[in-house]
Nanobody, 112 residues
Framework: VQYVESGGGLVQPGGSLRLSCAAS????????MNWYRQAPGKGRELVAA????????NYADSVKGRFTISRDNAKNMVYLQMNTLKPEDTAVYYC??????WGQGTQVTVSS
């Protein structure tokens, strides 16, 4: 099982980023996929989840209305579109299906 996250970077408050995650080593299309984040000095937080077919999503209250999770089962990819970013969104972002080890994550820094 492997997760490779990408798409992070430095962005100003109010900006946007799109994160990507390439998953492999398991039957991707049968698993719920999740995005988590971990800010400095804090625990890992579940940000968004999407069902295996992509027909239902859930979000943490802190990102609802600003973030959108999606997936492409043909490509074994999951995405996180992040809009109207705030400094408190600064964190390392990870995708995970509930199996296997964690990937390296991708750093998102929101700062002016």
């Amino acid at each position: 099982v492997q997760y490779v996250e990408s798409g992070g970077g430095l962005v100003q408050p109010g900006g946007s980023l799109r994160l990507s995650c390439a998953a492999s080593g398991f039957t991707f299309s049968t698993y719920v996929m999740n995005w988590y984040r971990q800010a400095p000095g804090k625990g890992r937080e579940l940000v968004a989840a999407i069902t295996s077919a992509g027909d239902n999503t859930n979000y943490a209250d802190s990102v609802k209305g600003r973030f959108t999770i999606s997936r492409d089962n043909a490509k074994n990819m999951v995405y996180l579109q992040m809009n109207t970013l705030k400094p408190e969104d600064t964190a390392v972002y990870y995708c995970h299906a509930g199996i296997g080890y964690w990937g390296q994550g991708t750093q998102v820094t929101v700062s002016s």
